[in-house]
T-cell receptor, first 113, second 115 residues
């Protein structure tokens, strides 16, 4: 059965700290891994990763994929209170005729002022 | 237009009502999805439409009936729902070719309450 596991489930840090969020997966026919940030409503896209070892960066956020060990990490440096959210990892898996996304349970991050 | 638009934003319905959720995108995406999200849980896939054809139904009860009238629209028809169906219903779309720069796009959701 395809599964995506995120850790930790929740995390509380202070502003300025650096955090690392983990996502491991077991899926057949892996195609890509995506990170989303969810605050009050719909998830907001952060990164899509398809190749191992290539870091993607956006401001204070960065992410990398290891397709051999089947995991990805999302780093946030110099955290701010606005980073408080649930961070979702989703893996895109090919199924006959189409593809679908399997979400992890998310990591709930709270950044204290 | 780079958005997925969902209507209504909020819906309260009785267990005997029939209602529909609507989703629209004009990005030329050929795959569209319905997700259900309960509080403090990740989104759960319900249906996938690929090129206007239903390609995945994740064993969703028949009281939820999806419809894809054309490549820009996706509906979810609701009938005889139960209180436990109360949730945030998210629509999403993606390019079939999987553009690596954009992932896929969610709508802001319809918050459904069944009374």
């Amino acid at each position: 059965e395809d599964k995506v596991v995120q850790s930790p489930l929740s995390l509380v840090v202070h502003e300025g700290d650096t955090v690392t969020l983990n996502c491991s997966y077991e899926v057949t026919n892996f195609r890509s891994l995506l990170w989303y940030k969810q605050e009050k409503k719909a998830p907001t896209f952060l990164f899509m990763l398809t190749s191992s070892g290539i870091e993607k960066k956006s401001g204070r956020l960065s992410s990398i994929l290891d397709k051999k060990e089947l995991f990805s990490i999302l780093n946030i440096t110099a955290t701010q209170t606005g980073d408080s959210a649930i961070y979702l990892c989703a893996v895109e898996a090919l199924t006959p005729g189409t593809y679908k996304y399997i979400f992890g349970t998310g990591t709930r991050l709270k950044v204290l002022a | 237009d780079t958005e997925v638009t969902q209507t209504p934003k909020h819906l309260v319905m009785g267990m005997t009502n029939k209602k529909s959720l609507k989703c629209e995108q004009h990005m030329g995406h050929r795959a569209m999805y319905w997700y259900k999200q309960k509080a403090k849980k990740p989104p759960e896939l319900m249906f996938v439409y690929s090129y206007e054809k239903l390609s995945i139904n994740e064993s969703v009860p028949s009281r939820f009936s999806p419809e894809c009238p054309n490549s820009s629209l996706l509906n979810l028809h609701l009938h005889a729902l139960q209180p436990e169906d109360s949730a945030l219903y998210l629509c999403a779309s993606s390019q079939e070719s999987g553009d690596p720069n954009y992932g896929y796009t969610f709508g802001s959701g319809t918050r459904l309450t069944v009374v």
